[in-house]
């Protein structure tokens, strides 16, 4: 793709660090975000991946994040617990609070924590993984803010309320779901703005809340499957803002305009140890062979096979572990006005900011 | 509608409960499925409630279903529970397996607890509800036999695959959505056979996995949101399935014709005590706010307001308590014929079988 240079993860790694450090961001409050961008990139997930850095470092710098936060976890049982992410980075507090969860299903089988007072957490799928890698069932959700249209309403309401799930498997990297509960995210939609293309009937809808086509027209995403995708959006706001007495749907402060004020976002996350229903080599032995079979039926007319989810991201991982993250101009233009701000020099990554071989 | 009579539920109960003292099924193993049938269709969920009692009884007398079963619970973490239903009713043994999460719950804040060699459940919001009335979260789960495309494939392989999850609310039954992870159901689809009514485009597809509208020649269903659908059904399948070291889609013996064959399904239920969490009183206010800022919300053309999940059956159960349950000329022949062969006489309930007034 024109306008494309792939840079090796950790060159944008050490550039991403060096962004934290000039902030005076400490290590462990920035490596999870760090992490988490990077891995999202490499899995192929450029809508929640590094293009993402220079938001939050602006939105640590206008006051949004706080740098200096008292993170408290509170014990609920000995299964549930809540964290006050006191306005820290969404990818730290998120990362924190799996970790606690998967320690808790260590010990009792199941582990759930909830998180308030935090921001955007990036790709769901990060903390899914985290527990999927350790052999448990990962969930991860998230409230954001109104883009939906409730089935048979007018105006925005819920946000694209993310459900992530995430299960080990034999010999490759875990099974993950990471959807939206709308048919296409916002940026997608940004996308075919920015390329003058129609969208499909049943994506958006205009300010009346009548489908569309027209993405200058559109206004708000639809749910997938009409009130089905629009009430799972539903049950994710209750995990999240309800559980956390957080603010729900129109509610929620705007990702953007970026001005300072706090989001109070909430998240939900859940880790469920598999080995305590079934021994874990038969459970991840049967997935592997669920996958498979799924894998290996006939395509219908018009695709090439059948995948399951995740499938993309590991293909996606595999190559940009070697071939480099690609970084698009935008991307490069914001990463260097960003160390110019932060009076980082870029000739000490040449790689991400040298002239193109 | 024509056809129909309204009879009021505990006529229908008395019916029931007399079926299953007819083949000699003892009241504990009964009454889940006599209540959970009848309140289904209070509910006004048709297809799951009432009709079902005939194929029930059947699947009883044809062996497929255990009249003397060996249930067995095993505790597998002070949270963590698995129930061998050993083929009895599958309503009862959700039902029990419920209560037992619930107890889980209340002591430990999460309960969470499978079932195997389990048969058809009805309809997962029974569950749900359970545990939502009791001021917790409630989430139910089945796996059931093969009527979905996978995304991109030709044939049929996971099933309907129901998503259910309540929560209690201030001053009204709790939201609960009791979802198929396809667009339509297979009931559905049937219907639109028998009145020669074409289908919408994307709800289902011919035998070579695309896309069509004519309901005689569709054999398969569509997910809902297209890859998103399909991999929340997967998501189901692990929960349901692979937890239990049960069969999963297409090897799930089917449900029709009924041969006999045990049923071999698995189910997923978990309940979570929301005062852990949050103040009850305060999560139940906010979630009355939620759903009334909904239901005030202003409706897009072509509709008549904006509703959320279980307000439709909220509105059927209050005036079905009243006026009765419908019943169709075809299932109260199926009642009659049942009695006959049960030897049981139809005079002893004249509200159901005598002549309409």
Redesign the interface.
Known sequence: MEGLKNVNDNILRAFFRQTFISINCLPHLSEPVVNGLIETSLRGVDSHGIRLLPHYIKAALSGRINLDPRLAFKD?????A?LDADHTFGITAATLAMNKAISMASQ???G?T?VFNSTHFGAAAIFALMAARQDM?GLSFTNTDALV???????P?LGTNP?C?A?PCEGEDP?C?D?STS?ITWNKLQLFRAIHKQLEP?WA?DQ???MCTDPHVAQALLP??S???Y??G??V???C?????MP??PHISRMFPLNGEKRQLGHFLMA???S???EIS??KQ??KQ?LD??RS?????G???????NDPEKEACLQRSVRGIPVSQEELKNFRELAQSLEIDVRDYPALFGEMK
């Open positions: 609920l049982s000995i299964t549930m809540s009792f089988g199941i759930c909830t069932l249209l409730p089935y048979g309403g007018k105006k309401f459900f799930f299960a099974f779901l959807m048919v049943g809808a009346v809340g009548k997938i499957g009130y089905k995708g009430n799972l539903l049950v706001e209750v995990l803002s309800l559980l956390t007495n729900y749907g469920i140890d598999v305590k229903f079934q038969l459970f049967r997935m669920l079979e799924l039926m006939a395509p219908a007319e695709f090439d096979g059948v995948r399951v989810a």
